[in-house]
């Protein structure tokens, strides 16, 4: 299942299955970065024809998911403490804007919404994560959606989906050491809180500490990784 922020819709061709399946791949990491993407796997891989692949490895391109390598084919995107820590800057000030704008213009139904889906949240995070990180990860998805979905700016919205898919590239790699080191239902509980209150300042400074916090684990595991490989 996709993890998009937006409304998932299903796909209405070939290349916008071959799309979507390539790009929730390789958020979910999958295909691992910076490996090669060749045709007749992902042929085979989806069942689709060469040219859906094709289109949709353009489109993932223009996303920054997959690199064109020429004549060479692509590749996936890779990943590294420079692009982390641009992700992570970009997805903050977007975010933040969008909170901002969505808490001013959330209307009942606004409100209604943010507290269901933290209602959903929370009776996992009460529970025991580990046992389905997935179904955490689209719990805590739709509660950080419904905190922005009043923002008036459509434009918005669409480039902070992108950056949140992006972040959750990192976000995978260090998911289980973030649920193990953090008290993610009280982070929750501190925005959830804020906003409802149209406190929009403590809403943005918990929601920024909130991505930092999974930005830093990632951080220390690249550097992890990076330290463990031969020089």
């Known amino acids: 299942m996709s993890k998009s922020l937006q409304p998932i819709q299903a796909p209405r061709t070939m290349t916008d299955y071959a799309y979507t399946q390539v790009r929730e791949d390789i958020i979910q990491g999958h295909l691992a970065p910076n490996s090669k993407l060749k045709i007749d796997a992902l042929r085979n891989t989806y069942d689709v024809g060469a040219t859906p692949i094709r289109e949709a490895l353009s489109r993932l ?11 060479r084919g692509f590749r996936v995107s890779p990943i590294s403490l420079e692009d982390l820590n641009d992700v992570t800057e970009l997805r903050i000030m977007l975010e933040l804007k969008a909170l901002r704008n969505s808490i001013l213009h959330g209307n ?25 990180l997935a179904h955490w990860e689209q719990r805590n998805h739709d509660f950080h959606w419904a905190l922005i979905s009043a923002c008036a700016s459509k434009w918005l919205l669409h480039f902070y989906n992108t950056l949140y898919d992006q972040h959750q590239r990192y976000r995978n790699m260090s998911l289980v050491a973030n649920l193990g080191q953090r008290d993610l ?47």
Do not use: N
């Not at 391109?61 to 004549?71: K, T, Y």
């Not at 409100?111 to 529970?127: D, H």
């Open 108 to 132: 009942d139904e606004w409100e209604s919404q943010v507290v269901s889906t933290y209602y959903q949240l929370s009776k996992v995070e009460e529970g025991k994560l580990f046992d389905d």
């Open 185 to 231: 239902h009280a982070e929750h509980q501190r925005i959830y809180d804020a906003a409802l209150a149209r406190d929009v300042e403590t809403a943005c400074r918990e929601t920024e500490a909130h991505i930092q916090k999974t930005a830093a684990v990632a951080r220390q595991m690249l550097l992890e990784q990076m330290e463990g490989q031969p020089g």
């Open 61 to 71: 391109s223009a996303e920054g998911f997959v690199l064109m390598e020429g004549q």
